[in-house]
């Protein structure tokens, strides 16, 4: 029996795959995507306003209606004090989002189909997607958004929600992206507060582990969290939110399907981020299908993260891994030194690598002497040659046999 035909099958609706989804069927391209899970996404999702307000108007999305906006977006570090960004930070609000992408997807034709994925396969020119109760999806790509791989450093944070305003750690009506001193403990991994207020009134507080390896234990995270908000007098007021975010998973690979969101490794490698790419990415990929076919939308996905970038965003992962608190609070406080657009660029998994590069090397530029010296020795130790030219050092010392 021959299997219905699509232009697009998507495998997958989460972030990534209900985005593109949406996008390929209103660009009138016949559209499928198997959804695991029907309701909208649990977790909580944000990402710069800018960024949203760029990708939202490709998905037909009212970037006010589908987000809340916060400013001012404050940094707290021990070694330089409270800095804010002028950046808005903006959280989603899942399930306008999510009932959106549905509307777009079904309103244009699109097909929701309810089920698991449990194989993809390329058969004379077109590709398959075969569903756990056996039916089998055909079309002339299927895009794989069934989300990232397992990886061996991860970011976690333990969140509570807690009754605002708490104007001591966020600022009203402002986010708090990374505050390294409310949490900061010697002889514990790194850790930085994050909070936001929510549509209720009530606000967000996570102890996160940016990034690490092995991970954190989210019990740990708990336990540093738990002894803030004593120390605030704060109460949860409401579930906890677990986050367990794998950076260094690389994109599937091999096989049919071509990867888009995390699967295709589009999570940033130090701040797990990929929401954003993910919405700016699906519009992308249904004008490439609409006027070029499989191969230009596979061009496009490609284009979304180019190599020698999550080459050097790896590497600065590395570089990140080993740092004990002082260091890292150190570097953050550097790095939002740094002109906006400059540290923007090393936040996007799709900036050019001249424009991740310089973000590393004026990084490296503005630590204090001591750190520097300490994130050379780190580069170095992880085999430096690369690591200490894009570090901005004249030229690396050469590498002594059996030493690593
Ligand atoms: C708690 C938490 C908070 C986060 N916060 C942020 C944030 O603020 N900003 C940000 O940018 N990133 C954030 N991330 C990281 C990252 O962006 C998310 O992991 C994001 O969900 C990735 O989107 P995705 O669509 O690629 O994959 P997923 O969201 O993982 O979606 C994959 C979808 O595929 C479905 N699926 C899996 N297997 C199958 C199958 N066999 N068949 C059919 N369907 C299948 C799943 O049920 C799921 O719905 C967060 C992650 C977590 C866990």
């Given at each position: 029996m021959p299997a219905p035909h699509h232009d697009v099958v998507v495998a997958g609706a989460g972030p990534a795959g209900l985005s593109a989804a949406a996008a390929c069927a209103a660009a009138g391209l016949r559209t499928a995507v198997v959804a695991?899970?029907?309701?909208?996404?649990?977790a909580t999702y944000c990402l710069w306003a800018d960024e949203l307000e760029s990708a939202a108007p490709g998905l037909g999305l009212d970037p006010a209606a589908v987000a809340a906006a916060y400013s001012p977006t404050v940094v707290r570090t021990a070694a330089g004090g409270e800095r804010r960004l002028t950046r808005r930070y903006a959280r989603l609000r899942n399930d306008v989002v999510h009932a959106a992408l549905l509307d777009r997807l079904q309103g244009s034709g699109g097909e929701l189909v309810p089920g698991r994925v449990t194989g993809l396969r390329a058969e004379g020119g077109r590709e398959v997607a075969v569903l756990a109760d056996g039916r089998e999806l055909a079309a002339g790509l299927v895009l794989d958004a069934r989300g990232g791989g397992p990886g061996t450093a991860q970011q976690r944070a333990w969140g509570e929600v807690v009754a605002g305003p708490v104007e001591d750690l966020v600022p009203p009506g402002g986010a708090?992206?990374?505050?390294?001193?409310?949490?900061?403990?010697?002889?514990?991994p790194p850790a930085f507060l994050y909070g936001l207020p929510l549509d209720d009134g009530t606000v967000l507080l996570e102890a996160t582990s940016l990034a690490a390896r092995p991970p954190v234990p989210l019990a740990d995270l708990r336990a540093r969290l738990t002894a803030l908000l004593g120390a605030h007098g704060l109460r949860p007021a409401g579930g906890p939110e677990r986050v367990a975010i794998p950076l260094d998973a690389p994109p599937?690979?091999?096989?049919a399907g071509t990867p888009v969101g995390a699967a295709a490794?589009?999570?940033?490698?130090?701040?797990?981020?990929?929401v954003a790419s993910s919405l700016r990415l699906g519009p992308r990929v249904a004008a490439a299908l609409a006027d070029g076919g499989a191969p230009a939308a596979r061009g496009a996905v490609r284009a979304a993260r180019p190599r020698t970038t999550a080459g050097l965003l790896g590497l600065g992962l590395e570089v990140l891994l080993p740092l004990d608190t002082a260091a890292t609070d150190a570097f953050f406080a550097a790095f939002f030194t740094l002109p906006e657009r400059t540290w923007a660029a090393y936040l996007?998994?799709?900036?050019s690598p001249a424009a991740v590069a310089a973000a590393m090397a004026r990084t490296f530029t503005a630590l204090p002497p001591a750190q520097r010296a300490h994130l050379l020795r780190t580069a170095a130790r992880l085999g430096g040659t690369r690591a200490a030219a894009v570090l901005g050092r004249p030229r690396a010392a050469p590498r002594r046999p059996g030493r690593e």
């Open positions: 695991g899970s029907l309701s909208p996404w649990p708090l992206l990374m505050d390294w001193a409310a949490l900061a403990d010697p002889a514990a599937r690979a091999g096989g490794g589009l999570v940033h490698p130090a701040t797990g981020y990929s996007d998994v799709g900036s």
